[in-house]
C-alpha cells in the first residue's frame, strides 16, 4: 500500500489544513515519508459530526454483524501482512519479534471482543417483573440495560503502535460497545496508524456501515487532542501516554459544560518485592531471578506501561547476592533504539536526576547500543529510608532504569506502599515460607494498585477476561476500570431503565422472549440463556 | 431519645467548635431546639482519619456479618418509633404519611442491600485459569475481584430527610459495597438526622464493627462539604441536592491532587409525552389523565428529583380538553408547606420568571396553603416553538410548578428532546395507535434521560435491581451509574487482578472452592454457584 499522508475522515481521505509532520527512524533519525498533513480545529469537526451521525445505527447493530465486523478488522490487519511490521520498526525502533507479538495481541484483542459481542453479558440486562398485587403499591415491570455512551475520542500511544493505537485496546472495547470512534494517531508513528485505519475503513465499508463508525485524524498533538475532547459531540475519551498529557485532558473534559469520562493510563512504577525465601536458593537460582528482573527491565527498551522501574530487596547477606547478580545481569545489556529522540532525551535527564539524588548509587550499568538514541540500561541501588523520604526517587523514569531499594522489616515494606502513589501492579517473589510475612502486603497493594502478581513479572499483559490493567490515581484517571481485558467494554455504557414498556417498543435485548439469548438478572438472581447466538 | 445536638464521630458525641444552628419548622417558621453545634475543619479530619482506619476490617467483613448489619441499621431506624416521623415533620413539613413511606423506602433499601450482600454478584468474580499448555506463551491464573473503593463522603438531601439522607440510598450502597461512611447532615433537619445517625452508630456498637464505619457531621453547608470532598482520606461522594452545590463538588473532586469520583443527582425537569391516543378517551378518561399529573406535580409539594416538570400536550382540540383539564385540576389544589423557607422563596422567584418569559401563560393556579411556605401551586403553557427557543424555559423550578408545552409534530418532539439537557426520566402517555409515532422518540430520549416510563408517572421510584435513577450531565454527574436501585453500590467498587496467587494468599470470594458460594465468571462465562449462603 502507498502510504498517502491523509487523514481518513468518515471513510474518505482528508488533506489537512494545517503543517505537515514526518516520522522519523529513531534508530538512525533519518526523516521517513511521506509527509503527514495537520488537519485544523474546523476540519476536526468533520470526524466528530459523523461519528454522532453513525451513532443511532452503530449503537443498534444486531450482534452477529457486530462481531463479524470486529473480526473483520482482525482479518484485515493481518492482511496487511509485513509491510506492517517494517513500518512500525522504521517508526518506532521495536524489533520485528515484539511487532509480531504486539499485532498478534492486537487482532487477539479484536476477536476476545467479537466474541464478547456475541455472548452479550455487557448489556447488562435486568428484569423486574411487575407485581400488579403487591401491597401496599403495585409494582410496575422494569427492565434495565446498558447503552453505548456515544462517540469515543482514542489517542494512540507512543509505545504500542499496534496494541494501544489505531485499531488497539480502547479502540476494540469503544467500538464493541457501539461507540463511534475518531481516533487521533501518535505523530511519531503516523505510518503505521495510516495502514491499521486503512483496514478498519475497509470492514465499515464491507460491512456498510455508517461511514462515521470511524475516523483517523493526523493533528497538531496537543492542541487538536485538546479541542477533540471538548468537541460536544464527544463522550468519553481513551488515552494511554504521559501523566502530563494524560492530567491535562481531564481538566478539559471535568471543564466542559457537559463533563465526560477520560480513561487515561499514565504512568506506573510496577514494584518488585523480592522476599527473603525467593534467595534461599542456589546463586543459579539468584542469578535467574536477576536475569528475568533486567529482561523485564530492558524488554522494549523498558518502554512498556508495566516495566519495572522498583526492586525492593532484603538488607543483608542474600540481598547483597542478588543486587551484585542484577549489576552483572544488567552489565551485560546493551542499549536498544528508544521510540524517539525525545523519549530518549527525557531518559537521559531522568537517569541523570535520580544517579545525583542523595543516597542513589548505581548498582550496573549496560552499553550504549549501536544505534542512535539508545542509552545504557541502568540500574541504581537506595535504602529504603532514602526511598520513603525522597520523593524524587518516586519519579518514573520512562525506559530501561530501575532503582533497587534495600528494606529489613515487612514494616518498611509497608511503609514505603503506604507512600507509593496509585500503580498498575505490583508483584511479589517468594517461597512458602514467606507467605506469613507476605500477607499483610496485601490488603496495603490493594489500595495501591490495579493487579497483584507472584512469582512472575508484570511485563506482557494478558488481554482476558480476568486482567487489570488499570489502578489507582495517577496510575490511571479512573480506577474503577480497566484498559485491558473484557471488563474495558462497561468505560463506554451506561444504564438505561424502562418501566412498563410495552414488547412492541422494548429494545431487543429487553423483549421476554431474549431474541438475543443473553445471560438476564431476573428479580436480582442471574439466569444464564439456554444457548448462545 | 434526647436529642443532643452533637455531631456523632466514630460512635462518639463531639460538641462542634463553630457556630450552632437550630432548624425551623417550615410550617410555622418557628426555632425547633436543641440547638446543633457546628464542627470545624479540624475537627472534621477525626471522622475521615476513623473512616479510613475503619476500612482495612469493614472492607473485609464476612457477608453474613455484614448484611446483618444493614439489617440491624433497618431495624433500629424502625424501633425509634413514631419519634422519627414526628421530628422529620416537624423539621420538613412534610406529612405523616409522605415520610412513613419514606421510612418504609429506607429501611426496604438497607435490607435490600443486605440481600446483595448476601448474593455476592457485586464482588464480581472472575477467573481465568492458568494455561501451562499454551502456544506460543503459556497463560498464568489470574482472577479479579471488585473491592471498595474507601471511605465515602455522603451528603444529606433537604427532600428526602430519610431515604436521601443518613442512612438513605448513598449511605446503605457504600456501607454494602464495604466503604465506611463520613456523612454530613443537612442543616434544615439535623434532629432527624441524630435520630438516624444513633440507629446506625447502635448497630456499629453491637456487631463490634471499628467504631469508624460510620460518623455523621453538622457542618456550616458549603464549606465543610468542601473540605470533607477534598480530604486525601475520603475516595468517594454520593450526593443528591441543587446543581451548583454538586457542579462545586465536582470541581473540588476534580482539582484534588488525587481525583475522586462524585455521584451527584442534581436536577431534572421529567419531560411527560401525551400522544394523541392518549386523548380519545371520554372526558373522564381526559379528566383522570390531568388529575394523575397535576397529583405528580404537587405531591410533596412538587419537591421530588422526579417530579414532572414539563408536559408535552397536541396541539389541536384533544390537548385543548386536555390544559383545560390540567388547569381545573390545579385550580382545585391547596399549596403545601414546602421545606424551609429559602426554597419557597426560590419557587416564588422561578414561577415569577417564568410567568413573565414571553409566550408563556398560567394554564392554572391553586390556592396558597393555610401554612406559611406553602405557595400556590402553578402550570404554565407555552408553544413548542417557544420552548425551544428559549433556554429560560428549560430552568427547573423545584417546588409545585410545571409547564404545559403544546406541539403538532413528532419532528417538534424529537427538536425539543435534542434540546433538553440530560434529565433523570421521560414518561409517555400513549394507546397502541400511538406506537408507530413513539417509537421515534424513544432513540431519542436514551441520549437524554436515565428512565423510560409509559403510561405512568416519574414520581415513585422503585427501589429494585433494574431501576435507573440516574440520567446524563446536568441530571447528574455521571450517567454510567444510579444512586437507587441495587446497581448503586458499583459506583463505590474497583476491580483488582490477582495473578498466580497461591491459595494461601488468595482473598475469600476468589478461592478455587468458592467459600463465599459466589457466582463466577469462568474464561468468560457466567457460572452459577449452585447454593447461596
Same sequence: chains 1, 2.
Avoid at 269 to 291: K, M, W
Wanted: charged share 15%.
Amino acid at each position: 500500500m502507498t502510504l498517502t499522508g491523509h487523514s481518513l475522515i468518515a471513510g474518505q481521505p482528508l488533506v489537512g489544513d494545517g503543517k505537515t509532520t514526518f516520522a522519523f527512524n529513531p534508530a538512525t533519525n533519518e526523516q521517513l515519508h511521506p509527509a503527514y498533513s495537520l488537519i485544523t480545529e474546523e476540519q476536526l469537526t468533520t470526524a466528530t459530526s459523523a461519528a454522532a451521525a453513525a451513532y443511532p445505527s452503530f449503537s443498534t447493530l444486531d450482534p452477529e454483524t457486530h462481531a463479524a465486523f470486529l473480526d473483520a478488522i482482525a482479518d484485515n490487519i493481518e492482511a496487511i501482512g509485513e509491510e506492517l511490521i517494517i513500518r512500525a520498526g522504521q517508526e518506532t525502533g521495536l524489533p520485528a519479534a515484539r511487532l509480531q507479538g504486539e499485532r498478534a495481541r492486537t487482532t487477539g484483542q479484536l476477536r476476545l471482543f467479537a466474541n464478547v459481542v456475541r455472548q452479550g453479558d455487557f448489556r447488562g440486562v435486568r428484569i423486574d417483573p411487575a407485581l400488579p398485587d403487591r401491597a401496599p403499591l403495585p409494582r410496575a415491570d422494569i427492565r434495565q440495560r446498558q447503552i453505548p455512551l456515544g462517540p469515543v475520542a482514542v489517542f494512540g500511544a507512543s509505545n504500542f503502535p499496534l496494541a494501544f493505537s489505531t485499531a488497539g485496546g480502547d479502540t476494540a472495547s469503544a467500538l464493541a460497545a457501539g461507540c463511534p470512534v475518531v481516533f487521533k494517531a501518535h505523530n511519531a508513528h503516523p505510518g503505521t496508524g495510516e495502514l491499521v485505519g486503512r483496514a478498519v475503513v475497509k470492514a465499515v465499508k464491507d460491512f456498510r456501515l455508517h461511514p462515521g463508525v470511524f475516523s483517523l485524524v493526523y493533528g497538531p498533538g496537543a492542541s487538536i487532542g485538546q479541542a477533540l475532547v471538548a468537541d460536544p459531540n464527544i463522550k468519553a475519551v481513551g488515552f494511554t501516554g504521559s501523566q502530563a498529557a494524560g492530567i491535562a485532558l481531564m481538566r478539559t473534559a471535568a471543564s466542559r459544560p457537559e463533563p465526560i469520562p477520560v480513561y487515561a493510563e499514565m504512568s506506573s512504577l510496577n514494584p518488585v518485592f523480592v522476599f527473603e525465601g525467593a534467595l534461599n536458593g542456589s546463586a543459579e537460582d539468584i542469578d535467574a531471578l536477576a536475569t528475568q528482573y533486567v529482561t523485564a527491565v530492558t524488554g522494549s527498551s523498558g518502554q512498556l506501561c508495566t516495566s519495572p522501574g522498583l526492586l525492593f530487596a532484603p538488607a543483608g547477606e542474600a540481598g547483597d547476592r542478588l543486587a551484585a547478580a542484577v549489576g552483572r545481569a544488567v552489565s551485560a545489556c546493551a542499549g536498544q533504539t528508544m521510540l524517539t529522540e525525545g523519549i530518549a532525551g527525557s531518559w537521559n535527564a531522568g537517569a541523570a536526576a535520580l544517579g545525583s539524588a542523595d543516597g542513589v548509587t548505581v548498582v550496573g550499568k549496560g552499553t550504549t547500543g549501536p544505534t542512535e538514541n539508545a542509552p545504557a540500561p541502568t540500574i541504581f541501588g537506595t535504602p529504603v529510608r532514602d526511598f520513603v523520604s525522597n520523593h524524587v526517587l518516586h519519579q518514573e523514569i520512562f525506559g530501561a532504569a530501575s532503582l533497587v531499594i534495600r528494606y529489613s522489616s515487612t514494616a518498611d515494606l509497608i511503609e514505603a506502599v503506604n507512600r507509593l502513589e496509585g500503580q498498575l501492579t505490583a508483584t511479589l517473589q517468594l517461597t512458602e515460607a514467606d507467605y506469613p510475612t507476605a500477607a499483610p502486603l496485601i490488603p496495603a497493594l490493594e489500595q495501591k494498585v490495579g493487579r497483584i502478581i507472584v512469582n512472575g513479572w508484570p511485563t506482557g499483559v494478558e488481554g482476558g477476561h480476568a486482567m487489570v490493567h488499570g489502578g489507582p490515581f495517577p496510575a490511571t484517571s479512573d480506577s474503577r476500570t480497566t484498559s485491558v481485558g473484557t471488563l474495558a467494554i462497561s468505560r463506554f455504557l451506561r444504564p438505561v431503565a424502562y418501566q412498563n414498556l410495552p414488547p412492541e417498543l422494548l429494545p431487543a435485548p429487553l423483549q421476554d422472549d431474549n431474541p438475543w439469548h443473553l445471560n438476564r438478572r431476573i428479580n436480582g438472581e442471574q439466569q444464564l440463556a439456554t444457548t448462545y447466538v
